[in-house]
Protein backbone atom coordinates (compact mmCIF):
# COMPACT_ATOMS: atom_id res chain seq x y z
CA UNK A 1 0.00 0.00 0.00
CA UNK A 2 1.04 3.23 -1.03
CA UNK A 3 1.11 6.14 1.33
CA UNK A 4 0.34 9.59 1.27
CA UNK A 5 0.62 11.68 4.58
CA UNK A 6 0.59 15.64 5.27
CA UNK A 7 1.98 16.74 8.59
CA UNK A 8 1.72 20.23 11.03
CA UNK A 9 -2.33 21.07 9.74
CA UNK A 10 -2.94 23.66 12.31
CA UNK A 11 -6.86 24.22 12.78
CA UNK A 12 -8.63 26.30 14.97
CA UNK A 13 -11.36 24.83 16.31
CA UNK A 14 -14.02 24.65 19.76
CA UNK A 15 -12.89 21.76 21.38
CA UNK A 16 -13.06 20.54 25.14
CA UNK A 17 -15.50 20.01 28.02
CA UNK A 18 -14.30 23.16 29.75
CA UNK A 19 -16.18 26.24 30.16
CA UNK A 20 -13.36 28.62 28.77
CA UNK A 21 -12.98 25.99 26.58
CA UNK A 22 -16.15 26.46 24.83
CA UNK A 23 -15.56 30.12 24.51
CA UNK A 24 -12.15 30.15 23.00
CA UNK A 25 -10.92 28.72 19.55
CA UNK A 26 -7.75 26.27 20.21
CA UNK A 27 -5.61 25.12 17.78
CA UNK A 28 -5.35 21.40 17.23
CA UNK A 29 -2.49 19.92 15.51
CA UNK A 30 -2.82 17.08 12.48
CA UNK A 31 -0.54 14.36 11.26
CA UNK A 32 -2.42 12.21 8.53
CA UNK A 33 -1.45 9.40 6.25
CA UNK A 34 -3.32 7.97 4.04
CA UNK A 35 -3.40 4.59 2.31
CA UNK A 36 -4.04 4.86 -1.20
CA UNK A 37 -3.05 2.72 -4.52
CA UNK A 38 -0.81 5.66 -6.68
CA UNK A 39 0.18 3.40 -9.42
CA UNK A 40 -2.63 4.19 -12.04
CA UNK A 41 -2.00 8.20 -11.09
CA UNK A 42 1.85 7.60 -11.42
CA UNK A 43 1.51 5.50 -14.95
CA UNK A 44 -1.07 7.88 -16.30
CA UNK A 45 -0.06 11.06 -15.09
CA UNK A 46 -3.63 12.37 -14.45
CA UNK A 47 -4.69 13.91 -11.09
CA UNK A 48 -7.98 11.90 -12.06
CA UNK A 49 -6.49 9.13 -10.28
CA UNK A 50 -4.74 10.37 -7.68
CA UNK A 51 -5.66 11.29 -3.90
CA UNK A 52 -6.23 15.08 -4.13
CA UNK A 53 -4.68 16.15 -0.62
CA UNK A 54 -4.89 19.66 -1.47
CA UNK A 55 -8.76 18.80 -1.49
CA UNK A 56 -8.22 16.44 1.48
CA UNK A 57 -6.60 19.37 3.29
CA UNK A 58 -8.96 21.94 2.49
CA UNK A 59 -12.36 19.88 3.34
CA UNK A 60 -11.11 18.77 6.98
CA UNK A 61 -9.94 22.45 7.48
CA UNK A 62 -13.52 23.08 6.89
CA UNK A 63 -14.68 20.38 8.62
CA UNK A 64 -12.77 21.00 11.65
CA UNK A 65 -13.29 24.16 12.20
CA UNK A 66 -17.16 24.09 11.85
CA UNK A 67 -17.02 21.53 14.55
CA UNK A 68 -18.01 22.18 18.23
CA UNK A 69 -17.11 18.71 19.84
CA UNK A 70 -16.42 18.11 23.58
CA UNK A 71 -14.04 15.38 23.26
CA UNK A 72 -10.76 14.79 21.16
CA UNK A 73 -11.75 11.29 20.80
CA UNK A 74 -14.93 12.08 18.83
CA UNK A 75 -13.03 14.17 16.70
CA UNK A 76 -10.48 12.23 15.81
CA UNK A 77 -13.10 9.55 15.07
CA UNK A 78 -15.27 11.96 12.93
CA UNK A 79 -12.00 12.53 11.10
CA UNK A 80 -10.76 9.64 10.34
CA UNK A 81 -14.12 8.28 9.39
CA UNK A 82 -14.76 11.08 6.91
CA UNK A 83 -11.24 10.51 5.22
CA UNK A 84 -12.46 6.68 4.85
CA UNK A 85 -15.74 7.69 3.26
CA UNK A 86 -15.56 10.54 1.46
CA UNK A 87 -12.18 9.71 -0.23
CA UNK A 88 -12.36 6.03 -0.65
CA UNK A 89 -9.49 5.62 1.37
CA UNK A 90 -8.93 2.32 2.84
CA UNK A 91 -6.66 2.70 5.62
CA UNK A 92 -6.26 5.70 7.74
CA UNK A 93 -3.55 6.78 10.51
CA UNK A 94 -4.17 9.97 12.18
CA UNK A 95 -2.64 12.03 15.06
CA UNK A 96 -4.21 14.96 16.82
CA UNK A 97 -2.14 17.11 18.97
CA UNK A 98 -3.82 19.43 21.40
CA UNK A 99 -0.48 21.30 21.97
CA UNK A 100 -0.63 22.57 25.75
CA UNK A 101 -3.72 21.33 27.15
CA UNK A 102 -2.60 20.33 30.03
CA UNK A 103 0.12 22.67 30.37
CA UNK A 104 2.54 25.65 28.26
CA UNK A 105 4.35 23.37 25.57
CA UNK A 106 3.53 20.05 26.73
CA UNK A 107 2.03 17.96 24.02
CA UNK A 108 -1.06 15.82 24.37
CA UNK A 109 -3.30 14.08 21.59
CA UNK A 110 -4.56 10.77 20.71
CA UNK A 111 -3.41 8.70 17.68
CA UNK A 112 -5.63 6.40 15.61
CA UNK A 113 -5.71 4.00 12.79
CA UNK A 114 -9.18 2.56 11.32
CA UNK A 115 -9.77 0.42 7.99
CA UNK A 116 -7.43 -2.55 6.41
CA UNK A 117 -3.68 -1.55 5.51
CA UNK A 118 -3.07 -3.93 3.01
CA UNK A 119 0.46 -5.01 1.18
Not at 7 to 12: N, P, Q
Not at 61 to 82: G, H, P, T, Y
Not at 84 to 107: C, H, M, Q, S, Y
Amino acid sequence: MDIIYFGGLEVDTLIGIYDWERQQRQTIILDIEMGFDIRRAAETDDIQYALDYKTVSDRLIQFVKNSEFFLVERLISEIADLIRNEFNVPWVKVTLNKKGAIGKGIDVGIVIERGQRTI
